[in-house]
Every structure is written in C-alpha cells, then in structure tokens.
C-alpha cells in the first residue's frame, strides 16, 4: 500500500467492519431524527408551549440518571455486538407504537421517549466502545470523521423528512419509518466482526461497585479526561438550552413556517458534515484541545449572531455555520477519550461522559422553560455566552490547553530516537515499587503476597532522563516496561518522515508486552518526555503472570487493543513468528509464578 493511498481519509471505507458500522448508524439515525422532530413538532402543536418541548427533549436524557453508570459496566462484561442489535430491535418495537398508544392518552409519548432512551444507555458506550477496536490508531480520525458524517448528514435527512411529513402527511408515518430503520440498523450489525471480550466473575452488585470505582478512578487520574469532564458542564448546559430554543426561536422570533425550520435543522447537520469531512484529513494537524477551544469560540460567536438575526434566511446560514463549527469540538472530543482509555474501561468511561453529558443537558432543557416568561432572543445568547467561555477554558485546563510547541517537541523526541542515549543505569525492584505501580494499575492488585514476591525477583527499575529513549524501532528485546511516574511518548515512522500512531503514555501505562513475549522486533520508538521511572519486566516473568486471571486478562487484552489498531502495513513485521511462539501465548503457563522468579 501506499503512503499516498494511507493518506486518503477514504481507506477507511475498505475495512468491512467499519462500512457495515457507519451504514448501521446512517440508516438507523434517519429514522431516530424523523421520530425526534415529529415528537417535538406533535407536542408543540398540541400545547404550543416551549416547556412542554423542552420537557419532551428531557424525556430523552433522564434515563441517565437512572441507568447511565450501570450500563456502562454492563457494556464492558457483555457481548458488545448483542448489545448493539438486542437494542436496535427493542427501539423500533417501540416506536411503532407510538401512533396508536398517543391516541390513547399523550402521556405515552413520553413513556416511549424515555423507554427507547434507557435502551439506548447500552448502545451509546457500546458503539463508542466497538470503534477503536475495529479501526487501527492512525484509521481513528478519519473513523470518527465519517461516523460524525454518517450521524449528522443522516440527521439532516430525517429532519427535513419530518419537517416534511409534519406539513403534508400524517406525521405516523415518520414514527413507522424509524421502526423500519432500526430493523435494517440490526440487519448491518449481524455482520460486523467485534474481538471478544474476556471478562473475570459474575455481574453481581458487588462487581458492578468495583467495576463503577476502577472507572472513576482511570477518569479522575486521566487530566485529559478530567478536563473534558469539567469543559462538558457549561457546554452541555448550552446544549441544552439552544436545542430547546431552536423551534420558539423560529416560530416566534422569526416567524418561520414549520419546514423551515425543519430545514434550519437539516442545514445546521449539513454544516456538521461539511466540518467534519474536513477534519477527517486535518484531525491530526492540532491537538485536540486546540480543536476542541477553537470550536466552542466559533459557536458562540455564531451563536451570539443568530440570537440578533430577524431573516429566516440569515438565521439558516447562521446555524449552518454553526453546525460546521461543531464538527472539530465533536470529532475531537471522541479522539481525546478513545485514545486515552484503556479497552477493558471504555464502557465505563464512555457511559460516564454520556450521564454527565445528560444531566446537564437536562439543566439546560430545563431553563430552556424561561422562554415563556423571558424574550426568547436573550435566552440564545445566553447560550452562546456559555460557549464562548467554555472555549477560553479549554485554552487553560490541563491535557486540553497543551501548546503546539509541546506537541512538536514529542515529534522531535520521536525523531532523534535512533541516536538518542538510553536508559541510566537499573536497580532490582522492590515490593515497594510494586505497591507505586498498583496504585495507578489496580488490576495488579489481585496477586497475592507469593506472587508479587515473584513480580519484583527478577523486574528492575530503571530512570529515564527527559529525551531518553526507551525502545528504538526495529531492535528486539525481552524486557515490557511499566511507567511508575512520569510520561513517555510512542510514534510510528511514516514514509514521508511524519510519526503516526502518536500516543503519550503516563504512569499505570504498559508497553513493549508484544515483542517480549513473541520475541519480534520493536514496532515504535518510545521516549521518555519528562523524566520517567520503569518497572523493566523481562518476558519469563510476563508468562508466568499470564497464568493469573487478572493480569492474563490485562496482557491480552492490550495485546488484542494493539494488535488490531496496527496497520496492515506493519504486519509483516510479525509474520515471522512461528506457530510454537503462538501457541506459547495461547496455552497458561504454570499455575504459580516461581519459576519464573528462579
């Protein structure tokens, strides 16, 4: 393959997986849109009050509160795949139902919305979850890209069909049409191939407390990760209130028909793909924080704009701009956590993002009811404020506000690597480095006392000065590296000279498990950015640990991750691996560790 063919955003579409993906989500998020806009349109018609619409909007997010955490450890102790299809099945059932059970009594409509929501607690992290498994590292942006095309160029189908149902058809049909794109969403995910998922236990009370505390725990010590949590209450809070706001705003303030403002929201998802097919190939020239702070300007900018416009046309090319600015803050968001979260922890995370997300959108939804009483033109603006703020502090917060000149100072590491000195001389571990490495990989701390004896017989610890390298690409070696303290930085050499598959790695980060214990050259250069301390493990040791569920499930877990986000072009650097060194992987060693610390 070439650099030039790697380099198109479009060689994404070659993997079956995610092609099958990104049409499960086109064709099940049209018939989502029709039924979200005609719900809104069928209450506003019926009370003509922006309380009732944002009480309709708040139906779809108080399931969060309710089942939000909970499905996330689920989502990481069950099939992802069934997931996915058991949900899309259970939604469509529901809302065909919809017509008859409204004729019935109102109330019903935000029964189904909150039932189809809850179902949808499971699917959100799944999906976000099966992603990065399926698309390798330097795949990602454009993956994300094309997902966020698929999801918004569908959403601006749906609604300008259902601003079209609602004013020429009986607005039933819009809810029948969505059942029926569920049903094919479900028909795509059958054949989606997932690796699966090895889990340790039953799913019981006690395990999901566990489960919730190890999530938390990986949030609270990611900054990036903290940070994104922080910068989500003020934006989602103006989520919340401009979603609201949208259809009084049209409807009273600008006077527009219900198409147009049908049409307003199609075009408002056409900028979103016109803005995110651009980051598919330009993800990667910022940092994500620096995309997410330049995004979150522009909106409220827009914003500010759209809540002063009297035009319905200039209203349009506001929101449509504000649309494409949405894109980069979106795409690279979903960058920003995928990429900092380890495979067994996605579920979690992820659902603790969309719980956060909710409850605030359910604030914001919530004041959104102020429209009744105050100008609705005064309630947008404060929308747009709220962005504009959230984008000077994501300028300011750690992981997110990191400047380019950080970003090309690890390019420049990665680089040098092949000339750069190594490592300083090591000691013997001890117990207690043990105890500083489980701090920050609590999946270490099922061993028991003969086993973490066995851990640190053999392992020795090594300090890297700033700028040292730790492994250079092409050489073997039978040592992994676990981060004690400090970060390192890992990059691939592309053709051109560029590194792709950058990723910085901090304490309870691993690295090297592969060539250790497959006995295969290094893959990546690894740096150390700031001065790091590593717990060197050398490969008997890694097998004798295989043989202990918990840390087994970690190796090959991360094995699984890496693996799979490696290009195809990387590949052959592993073909050589014979069957014997392959089934040395697959069978458990001994069932105690003391050979392994002889």
């Known amino acids: 393959m070439t650099a030039a063919a790697q380099a198109s955003p479009f060689a994404i579409f070659r993997n079956r997986n995610f092609s099958l993906m990104w049409s499960a989500q086109l064709i099940s998020t049209i018939g989502s849109a029709l039924t979200s806009l005609a719900a809104s349109i069928l209450i506003f018609r019926l009370t003509g009050s922006a309380l009732s619409v944002g009480l309709m909007l708040m139906a779809t997010a108080a399931p969060s509160l309710i089942v939000g955490l909970v499905a996330g450890v689920y989502v990481d102790r069950a099939d992802r795949k069934r997931i996915l299809i058991i949900a899309d099945v259970i939604r469509g059932v529901l809302v065909v139902l919809i017509p008859t059970l409204v004729e019935i009594n109102i109330a019903w409509l935000y029964v189904i919305v909150i039932l189809t929501s809850?179902?949808?607690?499971?699917?959100?992290?799944?999906?976000?979850?099966?992603?990065?498994?399926i698309a390798s590292d330097e795949e990602l942006a454009a993956a994300n890209s094309f997902m966020a095309i698929?999801?918004?160029?569908?959403?601006?189908?749906?609604?300008?069909?259902?601003?079209?149902?609602?004013?020429?058809?009986?607005?039933?049909?819009?809810?029948?049409?969505d059942g029926v794109s569920f049903a094919l969403s479900a028909a795509c995910l059958l054949f989606v191939a997932v690796p699966p998922l090895i889990v340790e236990g039953a799913t019981n009370v006690a395990t999901i407390v566990r489960n919730l505390k190890d999530g938390a725990r990986h949030l609270l010590d990611s900054s990036i990760l903290r940070s994104l949590l922080i910068i989500s209450v003020p934006v989602f809070l103006s989520f919340g209130l401009w979603n609201s706001l949208l259809l009084p705003f049209a409807l009273r303030a600008l006077q527009a028909s219900e198409f147009e403002y049908g049409l307003q929201e199609a075009l408002t998802s056409i900028g979103f793909v016109v803005g995110s097919f651009l980051m598919a190939g330009l993800a990667d020239r910022l940092r994500e924080?620096?995309?997410?702070?330049?995004?979150?300007?522009?909106?409220?900018?827009?914003?500010?704009?759209?809540?002063?416009?009297?035009?319905?046309?200039?209203a349009i090319a506001l929101v449509t701009l504000s649309g494409f600015a949405n894109a980069p803050s979106s795409i690279a968001r979903r960058l920003a956590i995928q990429r900092n979260t380890p495979r067994e922890v996605r579920g979690r995370v992820a659902s603790a993002f969309f719980v956060s997300r909710d409850v605030v959108l359910l604030l914001g939804m919530a004041a959104a009811g102020l429209a009744d009483v105050v100008d609705v033109r005064v309630m947008v603006l404060a929308s747009a404020i709220l962005l504009l703020g959230a984008g000077a502090l994501a300028v300011a917060l750690p992981g997110l506000g990191q400047p380019a000149a950080e970003w090309r100072t690890a390019i420049s590491l990665l680089r040098s690597a092949p000339a750069h000195p190594g490592l300083a001389a090591?000691?013997?571990?001890?117990?207690?480095?043990?105890?500083k490495l489980v701090g920050h990989l609590p999946a270490l701390t099922g061993l028991s006392q003969r086993d973490?004896?066995?851990?640190?017989?053999?392992?020795?610890?090594?300090?890297?000065?700033?700028?040292?390298?730790?492994?250079r690409h092409g050489e073997t070696g039978d040592d992994a590296y676990f981060i004690i303290d400090g970060r390192a930085v890992a990059g691939l050499a592309a053709p051109d000279g560029n590194y792709r598959s950058l990723s910085t790695m901090s304490a309870g980060d691993f690295f090297g498990e592969i060539a250790a214990l497959t006995g295969s050259q290094r893959t990546a250069n690894v740096a150390a950015e700031e001065p790091t301390t590593l717990l060197q493990v050398p490969a008997e040791t890694l097998r004798g640990l295989m043989s202990q569920p918990v840390v087994g499930r970690l190796l090959l877990s991360k094995m699984t991750e890496r693996l799979g986000r490696t290009h195809s072009a990387d590949l052959p650097r592993l073909a050589g691996l014979d069957q014997e060194s392959l089934r040395e992987l697959r069978t458990p060693a001994e069932p105690t560790l003391e050979g392994a610390g002889g």
């Open 289 to 314: 924080g620096q995309w997410i702070a330049l995004s979150f300007l522009g909106m409220g900018l827009v914003g500010a704009l759209y809540a002063g416009s009297t035009s319905v046309a200039v």
């Open 426 to 435: 090591s000691r013997p571990a001890t117990l207690a480095d043990l105890d």
């Open 118 to 133: 809850a179902v949808g607690q499971f699917y959100d992290p799944a999906h976000e979850s099966i992603l990065p498994e």
């Open 452 to 471: 973490r004896d066995s851990f640190v017989a053999r392992a020795r610890v090594s300090q890297a000065p700033a700028g040292a390298t730790i492994v």
């Open 150 to 177: 698929s999801g918004f160029g569908s959403t601006a189908i749906g609604f300008a069909a259902s601003g079209l149902i609602a004013s020429r058809f009986p607005i039933a049909y819009a809810f029948y049409l």
